[in-house]
């Protein structure tokens, strides 16, 4: 991958691995523009757990896919792992999210016709890893969330809670520098959502960074560190304990 | 690939829907092609057994002697001569042999068995313009001609009818009141598109008498001059009675080479020009037939070829068409691919290689089909076909080209959707 052509400051100094410097994200209307967010500055380092809070409409999910490389910002400059990807085509984002980001949506957003092996495996697949190699680490990684012996069931054969542990599984497939999970509980009951919840805790333990968005305090209090979003900005921002 | 045989799978009904298409258009293109190669085929043999080397000038009935009949009795002469031979030999240097060739329609006697035939009189070098060959004993000879020998070579179709299992050679075959030594047999004349022809024009005016033929005998042109005349006798309807002389039925020149063929046609034709003033003659070329049989045969092919690119074309549509349905059914999918990493041209390869899919396995139950509907034809029909490799390959191809031509623009609209937007998708 391409050296990044300048490097934040903030980089020097810690182990940051995600800056935002003065981002904004605005979504022409019509004549009307309207600004979902504004102005965020942001630092990430390496190991971070971080709860993203905020009434419905606050652009927390906005804030999410621009992290994830799935949107681009309407200004400011966004660097991840050293890299300006504010400037990147597409072609290099997908590159990136395969590569850095690991996805963990509210609607576990498996593939129906793909058994669990092989929805693990996706990521992999499109970072040209061999079918050996790959179904070897996907069936690590079933083990690790709990569901060895489930590897050949397809995702309407297990409930909420195991698909998105599965779901959890594949968006480590590659290792990512990043997890970003979009109310990964929104659609469980709530004792699924504690087992989910346990598997965050467990992965930031073992050092992986991760941005979870919840409407839930509860939740949000497993993170070390929350922000709250109101109307695109950052309102508020502390640490736990 | 494997998600691509999956939802082909998961889809069966309607992939099958979608490739029947591409197996019709297909397997239309391969029927047509056989059938089509093997008509051409065969008109082509057909011609090619004329010899392509070959000038051939047939006596016919002028027109105004047709209409003619009406008169009670009449004395017609027409047609070629020996003097229009002898003629074509003195001013064709080129000309490797000149055949005169008389027919007479007859009967032929062994012991008591009978059948109709037709008496060829003609020369020893006959053979050079005939695809017939001889099979045992010998043919005419100079000999033969210049004693006017009472000689005959008989052909298979003869020896079948007349010989049954006795050994023809030497045997005495009786023809009108003359018995002439069998020295010969040959093969029989393959029938041509043009002595088909003939024959028909001859059964309708002579059917009484000569019936269905049983073959030809070949006997020296003197001796059937001398034993057999000119002169024929036509009974008209109920009414007439037509005497005709007619010398020569036909002239085969054979030339060297193909280049000749055309030049010594035009000979021939100024040379006829002038000595028959009524138009008793027809002169026939190989050669031109075989060039218009090529002519017709690239137009059919233009046809045919059209009418497959049109099936083609609709095959094509229908794929499209599912694949978009499959595109717009697939969105979320297409949504959580990119989210994981998948570029666009990944999205376009899925889409793709699933189209390609879909219309080769098309292509290949196509080409089955294909196959078997000229082998229906052949079996039943009647009809001659031919498979050439170059219209299974070439179905092929178009299975190919139609699956990336109308594939690449569901595959493209599939990689181009917003990834958030189909995320979002329902
Ligand atoms: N493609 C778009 N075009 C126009 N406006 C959009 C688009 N996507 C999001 N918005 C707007 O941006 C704002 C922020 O949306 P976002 O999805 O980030 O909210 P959210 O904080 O995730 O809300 P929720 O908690 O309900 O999920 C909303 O007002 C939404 O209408
Ligand atoms: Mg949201």
Redesign the pocket.
Known sequence: MAQPPDKHPDFTADGAILVFDKLCKNYQLGAFELKVLQEIDLVIRKGDYLAVMGP?GSG??TL?NIIGCLDRPTSGKYFLGGQDVSLLEDNDLSAIRGRHVGFVFQSFNLISQLNIIENIEIPMFYQGFSEHQSSARAQELAELVGLGDRTRHRPSELSGGQQQRVAIARALANDPLIVLA??PTGNLDSQSGKEILALLDNLCERGKTLIV?THDENIAHHAQRQIRLLDGRIEKEWYNR | MKLGIKSLWLHRLRSTLTALGIIFGVSSVIAMLAIGEGASRTAMEQIARLGSLNIIVKTVQPPEDQQATGQQQSLQEYGLTYKDAERFRNSIPDAEVIVPIRRVAQQAWYRNRKVPIEVIGTVPWHLETSPIRLILGRFLTSADLDYKQDICVIDGGIVERLFALDDPIGQYVKIASDYYTVVGIVSSQPSTAASNQQEKQETDSSKAKAGANAGNIYIPLTTVKNRFGEMSMQISGSTGRKIEKVELQEIIVKVTNVDLVLPTRDILATLLERFHKKNDYQIIVPLELLQQAKRTQRIFSIVLGSIAAISLLVGGIGIMNIMLATVSERTREIGIRRALGARKKDIIFQFLSETLLLTFAGGALGIVLGCTIPFFVTHFGKMPTVITGTSLLLSFGISGAVGIIFGLYPAYRAANMDPIESLRHE
Request: negative net charge; aromatic residues 0%; charged residues 45%.
């Open positions: 419905s927390k999910s999410l979009d109310e968005i």
